[in-house]
């Protein structure tokens, strides 16, 4: 990729949410990275809140907003979050109130979200969602990845795999579906769509029905 498609403007376009989800260890966070990067500051990022601990080199209001179980309860009495679900245990929510002054800005916002999130989002603010779904290139390479951390027990990983398996199962919700092989292909995709705010047609992918059979360990259709 040349310099000058990096440094390419957004085109101006009614504002959009850019709801970002995949399962756990497709490499949504480096993809998320890459895509911030390249926009310059163009794209809105929401910071998410959750209960979970930080982890190493995370920091409380750049990686999350780190808090208590109470405190989160307490954010959701007081309607702050644009969405909210519990994801391996914690509690995970998107604070409203920066995504709506985003889009007033006319700046497009991403979201790093999970599919349950995803369909909140898309009921609060209905004309001005679209979603894509990451999807990993086979179930091997996806519980490579996860194991490849060595952060987790042997139970952890098989939850995430399970909760992966049902991300996966619910793919026809969302607008776009995109392999993540390639980092640098794959990102490209996603700027496309935010570059058309969401418009430009949608080419599925070759065979997605079998492709997602693969992934679930389920016999391909046909």
């Not at 990067?37 to 409380?60: H, K, M, N, W, Y």
């Not at 750049?62 to 979050?81: N, P």
Request: hydrophobic share 35%; proline share 7%.
């Amino acid at each position: 990729m040349g310099e000058r498609e990096t440094e390419r403007p957004m085109q101006k376009t009614s504002p959009r949410v850019f709801v970002l989800c995949a399962p756990s260890g497709t490499g949504k966070t480096t993809v998320v990275r890459a895509l911030l990067e390249r926009a310059r500051g163009q794209i809105f990022f929401s910071v998410s809140a959750t209960t979970r601990p930080a982890r190493p080199l995370e920091r409380d209001g750049v990686d999350y907003f780190f808090l208590t179980s109470e405190e989160f309860q307490t954010w959701i009495e007081r309607g702050d979050f644009l969405e909210h679900a519990e994801v391996y245990g914690y509690c995970y929510g998107t604070p409203g109130r920066p995504v709506l002054e985003a889009l007033e800005q006319g700046r497009p916002v991403l979201l790093d979200i999970d599919w349950q999130g995803a369909c909140q989002v898309r009921r609060n603010l209905p004309e001005t969602v679209v979603t894509l779904l990451l999807l990993p290139p086979s179930r091997e390479e996806l519980e490579r990845r996860l194991r490849g951390r060595r952060t987790e027990e042997q139970d952890q990983i098989q939850r995430r795999l399970r909760e992966a398996q049902q991300e996966i199962r619910n793919y026809r919700r969302f607008d776009y579906v995109i392999v993540n092989q390639d980092i640098e292909r794959t990102v490209t995709q996603i700027r496309a769509i935010m570059d058309q705010s969401g418009e430009m047609p949608c080419a599925p992918l070759p065979d997605l029905d079998r492709r997602v059979a693969e992934l679930l360990g389920d016999r391909p259709p046909g």
